[in-house]
């Protein structure tokens, strides 16, 4: 072993030249874990190794983290059950709370908004790209998984939020719409199912294309408007 004069010195046989050396090998080895992938890429544990892909890319100017190409969609998961009839991981994504001195001037501050948007096509006759949020399949007799929007409470004299479907620019849709609308389940002919773990307050809705009657469970019992001419 080489023998140290002080902690704050060289040891006693390096001369300048090993040194050099020394600092050498010790900047290619930080040279060579820094500069592992391309401009952008994040850089995560590979195998023990330090590694980056194509597909994992921070966006410092846009703030945005991209997952997945165009080949390879990407995806953000939690672990599933480890165990027999275990739950698997929940994930939420949440945005920040307002500070009380509100955006543009105002008494109030929000709370950060909470987007799911799918990307616009930028080129030919390109179709825009789906925004959707799936539940999970069931399995055996298990349910399938609700998908649920909540509307945020009011405080104090606030009202609560509401659940709005919104035509880009406004305004009503156009007689020759042929997008935009909001599609509810059908079933052909009369509903006799017990729609389960519908949340209080609200009811199931269904259109039954036989008989062109719009049906909702309230009371423990399909209800039903006219038929639709």
Not at 27 to 40: L, P, R, V, W, Y
Not at 109 to 127: F, K, Q, R
Request: aromatic residues 6%; glycine residues 22%.
């Amino acid at each position: 072993m080489t023998r140290i004069l002080e902690s704050n010195r060289l040891p006693q046989e390096w001369d300048a030249g090993v040194m050099a050396r020394v600092i050498k090998r010790f900047e290619d080895a930080i040279n060579s874990i820094f500069h592992t992938g391309s401009d952008t890429q994040v850089l995560f544990n590979d195998g023990g190794e330090i590694g980056a892909d194509a597909d994992f890319v921070w966006d410092k100017t846009s703030n945005i983290l991209k997952l997945g190409s165009v080949a390879t969609p990407g995806y953000i998961g939690t672990p599933s059950g480890a165990t027999t009839n275990s739950a698997g991981a929940a994930l939420t994504v949440y945005t920040g709370t307002g500070d009380g001195t509100g955006a543009g001037g105002g008494t109030s501050g929000g709370g950060g908004a909470a987007d799911l948007v799918g990307g616009s096509a930028t080129a030919g006759n390109s179709n825009g790209g789906r925004a959707a949020a799936s539940g999970g399949s069931g399995s055996g007799t298990g349910r399938g998984g609700d998908v649920t929007l909540e509307v945020g409470a009011g405080g104090g004299s606030g009202y609560a939020g509401n659940v709005t479907v919104v035509i880009p620019g406004g305004g009503a849709l156009a007689t020759t719409a042929q997008g935009g609308f909001l599609c509810i389940p059908t079933c052909a002919g009369t509903p006799t199912g017990a729609p389960g773990n519908v949340p209080s307050g609200t009811v199931a809705l269904v259109f039954d294309t036989t008989n062109l009657k719009l049906y909702v469970r309230t009371g423990g019992a399909w209800k039903t408007t006219t038929v639709f001419a």
